[in-house]
């Protein structure tokens, strides 16, 4: 069965630094997708970024960027610039191509030092 | 502004007692899932429905049942709610796949659910 491992329960950085969030899976599958989800502390579950396994380039949207490692089965999450509003909880996740349900970690919580 | 809409945020039940959450959506998904949060755990799967009428079981299903009589609405039911029920329920809605592209999926704010 897949599984999505987030090895950071919790982490803390600086404003306006840069912070990396690990996480790995394992799946026999070649066709997959992966996703940062962020629920700040509203719950709201927002999707911060997605990523095709087909795909070898790096997915990035503004300052959250991706390193897609499909060998080593890695997806880390780089927060660029970090802000105050980006203190949540972060879960990484994954779903097979041919079904849509959707395995998630169990999450790291990022503080936000001003 | 697309939607899904749980119908309580927070909720407090009686040990035994039926509990019915609701979630509904707008946005003509096929696919609905329920999910369990706690923390350290993660969110786990219970239920989900790829169509009206139809349910499949997730990871952890025992202790619930589901609902979909329309394709806009998914209701989980607790037949008799006990104590280790007690939890965060999160709700979403997805599109399934579009060709070689998913969205993921639109969740609700999610429900806390205490049972005493």
Known sequence: AQTVT?????MSVQEAETVTLSCTYDTSESDYYLFWYKQPPSRQ?????????????????????????KAAKSFSLKISDSQLGDAAMYFCAYKEGRDDKIIFGKGTRLHILP | DVKVTQSSRYLVKRTGEKVFLECVQD???????????DPGLGLRLIYFSYDVKMKEKGDIP?????????????SLILESASTNQTSMYLCASSLGDRGLYHYGYTFGSGTRLTVV
């Open chain 2, 62 to 74: 025992e202790g619930y049942s589901v609902s979909r009589e329309k394709k806009e609405r998914f």
């Open chain 1, 45 to 69: 579950m927002i999707l911060v970024i997605r990523q095709e396994a087909y795909k070898q380039q790096n997915a990035t949207e503004n300052r959250f960027s991706v390193n897609f490692q």
């Open chain 1, 6 to 10: 987030q090895s950071q329960p919790e």
């Open chain 2, 27 to 37: 946005m003509d998904h096929e696919n609905m899932f329920w999910y369990r949060q």
